[in-house]
């Protein structure tokens, strides 16, 4: 006969698909909408023999139906499967904790739940059997005990045949089962058993169940029988039911085990017990699992806020309770997307494993520390406030500060930390981690790799910060920003020679918001990356819009901050804006912080080659601020060191600032740099630079940074520079020698803005000519030209005027002509067509210096070296 099974739920949708899922393999099925209707359909004949309840049902829900059918003699030993589309941890432990024999999930997976339901059926016809055949030999024990004395021998032919068949069936089950005497010595055991415990039969029968297999606790030490729940349940004649407890195997491994020991009587005689049982390590594995994976971090190991939230919760009780220190520390990474945008999510998670093994030696053993989300971290602790900083904050900001190797390159984190103290900072786990959080938001904005305390104060700063946030995400989407530009000059023309493009913000509520307030954030946030490339795309477009209203050529410097550098390709980025906005590469000037330069130096070296072969112009901004180190700065394809503005504004009355000033001018010029002073604001100022041949300035001595319009105007008078009357500029004099008009023309648009006097020439004699009638500082030769080359004429010019620096234009073939002039002593530099326009004027403003210091030092004309370009020789 088929099984009848009884399924429960509320949605009739669902009883159609599992009743026709069930009729279709053969079970007879009764369907109830509601919990009420169930409890009635599980009393009626014939009872169900298995029952498939939804838990969640309006009314009555399914851990009420299956309460109400324990309660019940008639319906107490039904087996009932959940099924349910719930499927946290806590739901699936809440079903089997009141008394599910198993647990599916929706949306149902047919061949489960059909394997499921025959599992359940097989252990219901199991235990049926086992009943009925106690019973049956009950009774006919009784009645052949009536007749015992004519039908003796027969009885017991009856007896033993109903035995073996006993033993056929037990033999069969799937469960261990085991026949124990009142003193618990085996006297039966079937195959199931032996094999879950390693045994043959024959070695168990007549061995004490307890000491062979029940010997121990879960934690392996002994387990005296005298103590033992089943051996006194077995002595006594007690009944225990689903019983959880350990046995173990020939082996020595444990086995989990949930067992019932029922007692056998024959005439109200104790005959012993026999116990069912099965090994339940999968499923107690299984819910290990399950509980872990909600308490923990799946990366570090670390507890996760979960756990740490209940840790809190009893830290603080006990804390209210005995008066103990109760302190939050939160600790989040500085700049760590920068490795995740750099190196990658793998080598970040790398990073994150190794840092939590460092933190975790420093933690005590009543110490908490939990890893909540991303770079975030939650160190909860007894320590007081001196000893969070003296035993925590101090030693991990020490251990960050040693290198780690991920995804093959050494890195070293910094950490910002907040800290909160029960119950001054908060009286409940909730606000202590936001004030401890709003300390740590107060360190990093404070420059990070720091510490600060939680003061009231703090979260309405976080609230604005968020607002502020939230506000440049949108300005840089709907076009709040705008560029102001600054003029750069040459101190000796004083012509504007370049601009720098300085971002501004005009907020729609709050008016124009000062750099200084948002630049930091952006870069905190991320959005410093969006915000660079917006500037330089604007930038970039607006000074081609400018040479194509016919206004005079100069170059336009952004700056780029370190996170511009790791989050992409900026050489592609910058080469894709030039080409987009039609702009020459030699126009643009990229300006990079020491910070940018020292974050990955050997990065940075072949970004630079790679931007210099753009023929973009590169120069180090706030020089001397930040260096830890000038070895490198040989090494930089750069043009420009761009003194900060901290040592202008002091260095005529400060001998250290002046000092320094002094070495950056002295330093770029023996590197072939040019040397820009920033935030000039004064005439003393502004003599101080020109004595000491600075090359270039800006600031608001000449002009603040303009708007779009204004800069126009400046550019359309055009305005120079006006220097006091007892500092005039020399002159000085460039000698242009070439034979191709086209390259004289570019020349001379090149150096027209560098305020030179330019002579052309269209060959050699030419040349020699103007020569003779003018003070020349500087010539520029081509390396062939007809009647004379290049090398002849500067070797002429070498003779005649031989204080005149002299350059030589060629090509790569003809370097024979080249190499004897270098060895005649005949060229200062030669530079390779086509030239790199930034890497010519700063040589021809070296050659200068080089010819006004022969000038004011006869001797040195004696002391001349030859050097050659970078990359040449």
């Not at 603080?316 to 220190?325: A, K, L, M, Q, T």
């Not at 300085?502 to 729609?508: E, F, G, Q």
């Not at 020349?747 to 103007?770: H, V």
Request: proline share 5%; net charge negative; charged share 25%.
């Amino acid at each position: 006969m088929s099984a009848t099974l009884l399924i429960v739920d509320d949605m009739p949708e669902n009883l159609s698909v599992l009743g026709e899922l069930l009729r279709g393999a053969g079970y007879r099925v009764r369907a109830a909408t509601s919990g009420p209707i169930a409890l009635e359909y599980a009393t009626q004949e014939p009872l169900p023999d298995l029952i498939l309840l939804d838990v969640m049902m309006p009314d009555m829900d399914g851990y009420e139906v299956l309460t109400r059918l324990r309660a019940d003699a008639r319906t107490r030993e039904l087996p009932v499967i959940f099924i349910t589309a719930l499927d946290s941890v806590e739901a699936e432990i809440a079903g089997l904790a009141h008394g599910a024999a198993d647990y599916i999930t929706k949306p149902i997976v047919a061949p489960i739940v059909l394997a499921r339901v025959l599992t359940q059926l097989e252990l219901k016809r199991t235990r049926d059997r086992l009943r009925d055949q106690n019973a049956f030999l009950e009774t006919e024990v009784a009645r052949r005990v009536d007749e015992a004395r004519a039908l003796q021998d027969r009885s017991e032919r009856i007896q033993a045949h109903l035995r073996h068949q006993l033993e056929l069936i037990l033999g069969s089950a799937g469960e261990g089962i085991q026949g124990v005497d009142v003193n618990g010595v085996i006297n039966f055991i079937n195959p199931a058993a032996a094999a879950m415990l390693g045994y043959a039969r024959d070695d168990l029968l007549g061995r004490n169940s307890h000491e062979i297999i029940h010997h121990s606790h879960a934690d392996g030490h002994h387990h005296p029988e005298t103590d033992c729940p089943l051996q006194t349940a077995i002595v006594a004649g007690m009944t225990l039911r689903d019983q959880a407890d350990t046995f173990w195997r020939k082996d020595g491994a444990a086995v989990p085990v949930e067992y019932t020991c029922m007692p056998i009587r024959e005439h109200g005689q104790l005959q012993g017990a026999v116990i069912t049982w099965r090994d339940i390590g999968e499923r107690k594995r299984y819910l290990e699992q399950l509980e872990r994976k909600s308490n923990y971090d799946d990366l570090t190991g670390l507890p996760n806020r979960n756990l740490l939230t209940d840790r809190l919760a009893q830290a603080i009780e006990y804390s209210r309770e005995d008066g103990s220190p109760l302190t939050v520390l939160t600790l989040n990474l500085d700049r760590f997307k920068g490795i995740n945008e750099s190196l990658g999510r793998g080598a970040g998670d790398q990073a994150l494993q190794a840092m939590a093994q460092r933190l975790t030696r420093l933690m005590a053993p009543t110490a908490t520390l939990a890893r909540v989300e991303g770079d975030e971290f939650i160190l909860l602790t007894q320590a007081t406030e001196r000893e969070a900083i003296s035993q925590y904050a101090q030693p991990i900001f020490d251990a960050l500060a040693q290198p780690m190797r991920v995804a093959g390159r050494e890195v070293v984190l910094s950490a910002s930390i907040g800290i909160a103290v029960f119950p001054k900072d908060g009286d409940t786990g909730e606000a202590l981690l936001r004030n401890a959080a709003s300390a740590m938001f107060k360190a990093k904005v404070e420059g990070g790799q720091g510490f600060r305390f939680y003061a009231p104060a703090m979260n309405a700063r976080a609230l604005e910060r968020l607002d502020l946030e939230h506000g440049l995400r949108r300005a840089i989407e709907k076009g709040e920003l705008i560029l102001h530009y600054q003029p750069q000059l040459d101190l000796r023309s004083g012509q504007i020679i370049g601009a720098e493009a300085l971002v501004r913000w005009r907020h729609p509520e709050r008016g124009m918001i000062s750099p200084g307030a948002f630049i930091p954030l952006a870069e905190e946030s991320g959005l410093i990356v969006p915000l660079g490339e917006w500037v330089l795309r604007e930038a970039c477009r607006q000074n081609r819009a400018w040479q194509i209203a016919g206004l005079p050529p100069l170059t336009v410097a952004v700056n780029l901050s370190a996170r511009q550098f790791a989050a992409g390709d900026l050489v592609a980025l910058t080469a894709e804006v030039l080409t987009a906005t039609g702009l020459a590469p030699e126009y643009l000037e990229l300006e990079l912080t020491e910070s940018a330069v020292m974050a990955d130096t050997e990065g940075f070296i072949e970004t630079t080659r790679r931007l210099k072969a753009l023929s973009v112009a590169l120069s180090i901004d706030d020089f001397g601020t930040g260096f830890s180190s000038l070895s490198y700065l040989r090494r930089f394809e750069i043009d420009r060191l761009k003194i900060d503005q901290s040592f202008v504004r002091d260095m005529v009355h400060d001998p250290g600032s002046a000092a320094i000033a002094e070495a950056i001018i002295a330093l770029a010029h023996s590197l072939n740099l040019a040397a820009l002073a920033e935030g000039v604001e004064t005439e003393a100022q502004l003599r101080f630079l020109r004595a000491r041949d600075c090359d270039e300035m800006q600031g608001y001595y000449f002009s603040r940074p303009l708007p779009v319009a204004e800069f126009e105007a400046l550019l359309r008078v055009p305005r120079r520079l006006e220097f006091p009357d007892d500092s005039p500029p020399p002159q000085r004099t460039l000698l242009l020698v070439d034979d191709d008009p086209r390259t004289l023309f570019v020349l001379r648009r090149l150096f027209d803005p560098e305020g030179y006097q330019i002579l052309t020439a269209s060959d050699a004699l030419a040349g020699l000519e103007l020569l003779a009638q003018y003070r020349v500082g500087v010539v520029i030769a081509d390396a062939v030209m007809p009647q004379m080359d290049g090398a002849e004429f500067l070797g002429r010019v070498n003779v005649l005027h031989p204080s005149v620096i002299r350059i030589m234009l060629t090509v790569h073939n003809e370097l024979e002509i080249v190499t004897s002039a270098v060895n005649r002593g005949e060229i200062f530099k030669f530079l390779t067509k086509p030239w790199k326009t930034a890497e010519l004027r700063e040589v021809v403003r070296a050659a200068f210096r080089l010819f006004e210091s022969r000038a004011g030092h006869p001797s040195a004309a004696a002391d001349e070296r030859i050097e050659l370009p970078r990359g040449m020789g």
